[in-house]
Nanobody, 115 residues
C-alpha cells in the first residue's frame, strides 16, 4: 500500500505563486509515473502535469510555461511549482501515482486564487 500526502495549498492572489508537495510513503517515485491532477467545483478531474520514471514531463496546455513538476528522489517527494496563478487555477489538487495497474491518490489540497 502506498500513501501520498500533499501539502502546500492555500489562498493566493492572482499572479502569485505556490509550491505543492507530495510525499510518498515508499521509495517508489523513481520507478512509477506520477502526476498532479486538479478538480474544480462542478468539473471533472483533469491532469495538470506528469513525470515519468525517466524524468520526462508533460503539462496541460492551460498551465504550460507557468507550472513545473519536479521530484526529489532522496525525499520520495514530487513537487508542483505554480507561478503566475490565475483565478481559473482554483481547484483541489491531487497527487497521483500509477503503480502497475493500480492508481493511488493523495487526499487533495485546496488552491484558491483570488482576483
Amino acid at each position: 500500500q502506498v500513501q501520498l500526502v500533499e501539502s502546500g495549498g492555500g489562498l493566493v492572489q492572482a499572479g502569485g505563486s505556490l509550491r505543492l508537495s507530495c510525499a510518498a510513503s515508499k521509495s517508489l517515485i523513481v520507478f512509477n509515473p506520477m502526476g498532479w491532477y486538479r478538480q474544480a467545483p462542478g468539473k471533472q478531474r483533469e491532469l495538470v502535469a506528469s513525470i515519468t520514471p525517466g524524468g520526462s514531463t508533460n503539462y496541460a496546455d492551460s498551465v504550460k510555461g507557468r507550472f513545473t513538476i519536479s521530484r526529489d528522489i532522496a525525499k520520495n517527494t514530487v513537487y508542483l511549482q505554480m507561478n503566475s496563478l490565475k483565478p481559473e487555477d482554483t481547484a483541489v489538487y491531487y497527487c497521483h501515482m500509477l503503480l502497475g495497474r493500480d492508481n493511488y491518490w493523495g487526499q487533495g489540497t485546496q488552491v484558491t486564487v483570488s482576483s
